[in-house]
């Protein structure tokens, strides 16, 4: 009986030491957390200036085109993948039906960290790829 009243708090201990990958923001490189200005690319179409603000697991963001992305806010997740992370994004946002949902910030992308302290994160498609470079905003 000793024992179990032993373990069951150990074991209750390091669950709640675990980290959740849907918080895991954090990188060998940094953090993601802060505000962040750039630009975003689709293969074929036009450029657009973007902001985008990391909290914990939350971002909210906007475009300098109306829908061109079409950036709101909602939650996101970096997991490890070879050398850069997949960024997953759920929009929480409720769109119409007026413009290609393919625009929409939401989905799975790869993120990469780059030298230049830039960060990257881009989607293929079988039409098209879309790109978004961003620089941090230091205060």
Same mark, same amino acid.
């Given at each position: 009986?000793?024992?179990?009243?032993?373990?069951?708090?150990?074991?209750? !201990?390091?669950?709640?030491?675990? *980290?959740? $990958?849907?918080?895991?923001?954090e990188t060998e490189n940094g /953090? +993601?957390?802060?505000?962040?200005?750039?630009?975003?690319?689709?293969?074929?179409?036009?450029?657009?200036?973007?902001?985008?603000?990391?909290?914990?697991?939350? !971002?909210?963001?906007?475009?300098? *085109?109306? $829908?061109?992305?079409?950036?709101?806010?909602?939650?996101? /997740? +970096?997991?490890?993948?070879?050398?850069?992370?997949?960024?997953?994004?759920?929009?929480?946002?409720?769109?119409?039906?007026?413009?290609?949902?393919?625009?929409?910030?939401?989905?799975?992308?790869?993120?990469?960290?780059?030298?230049?302290?830039?960060?990257?994160?881009?989607?293929?498609?079988?039409?098209?790829?879309?790109?978004?470079?961003?620089?941090?905003?230091?205060?």
């Open positions: 009986m000793k024992k179990l009243l032993i373990i069951i708090p150990v074991i209750l !201990f390091t669950i709640a030491c675990n *980290k959740s $990958k849907e918080n895991n923001t /953090s +993601l957390s802060g505000r962040y200005i750039g630009i975003f690319y689709r293969t074929g179409g036009d450029t657009a200036n973007v902001a985008l603000m990391f909290e914990a697991n939350r !971002f909210s963001g906007s475009s300098d *085109k109306t $829908k061109y992305p079409a950036i709101c806010n909602g939650t996101f /997740s +970096l997991d490890k993948n070879g050398g850069g992370f997949t960024f997953h994004v759920d929009d929480a946002c409720v769109w119409t039906a007026d413009f290609d949902w393919s625009m929409i910030l939401d989905g799975d992308y790869e993120l990469n960290f780059n030298t230049d302290k830039s960060v990257t994160i881009v989607r293929h498609s079988f039409a098209s790829s879309d790109f978004y470079t961003l620089w941090k905003v230091v205060r």
